[in-house]
């Protein structure tokens, strides 16, 4: 049987290397809806160009109608070089009407309720409900997907799948910190070509499955 337990308390001592993600950092200080907005940015973009986009977007716009009043061209401008930045800035946009028109202003606590939100994925649901409302919840991105496979923790196809492996197997008291975990350590140690398993301090427990080279 796989040790969650010792390996994700021996990742969270080798994290303390590393920076935390971006989104994590901005859910301290901030709402929902920033959590909501970052996380959008976040998608197919480095967390450092993230972190830039996320302080010069709130730094003129911070709640959704002040947001709704930037002209597109300007809320392009902000968040680039973000990737997709045109594509991400029309689905803040609609996002920003919809929070208005249908939700008072403020971000739905409910994953089904913020899957109809124009943009947000699982992944991105998942998170604004856990990092953004403590709430019970697992945000799987390509990390946790491909970090619990080859652990053999799992046997999925896609993250999508990887979720509800994990619903039905991961301790409940590792729902909210398994992705800071796992994005963490994959963007450091566990990385998606030519993992570092000559310094993994978990490399005992891990299948390695999928893995055809390493370091």
Known sequence: ?????????????????????????????????????????????????????????????????????IPAPKLEKLIYPVGFYRIKA????????TLIETYNGEVPDEIDELLKLNGVGRKTANLVVTLGYKKPGICV???????????????????????????????TKYWLTINDLLVTYGQNICVPISPKCSVCPVNRYCKQVGVTRRR
């Open 141 to 171: 991105d390509t990390h946790v997907h491909r970090i619990t496979n080859r652990w053999g923790y799992v046997k999925t196809r896609n993250p999508h799948e990887t979720e509800f492996a994990l619903r039905e197997n991961l301790p």
């Open 90 to 97: 029309r689905n803040i946009k609609e996002i920003c009407k």
């Open 1 to 69: 049987m796989f040790d969650i337990d010792t390996v994700l308390a021996i990742i969270k001592q080798e994290n303390k290397k590393f920076g935390e993600p971006i989104v994590t950092i901005i859910s301290r200080k901030r709402t929902p809806f920033h959590v909501l907005i970052s996380c959008i940015l976040s998608l197919r973009t480095k967390d450092q160009t993230t972190a830039e986009a996320s302080n010069r977007l709130f730094g003129v716009a911070d709640n959704p109608e002040d947001m709704m009043k």
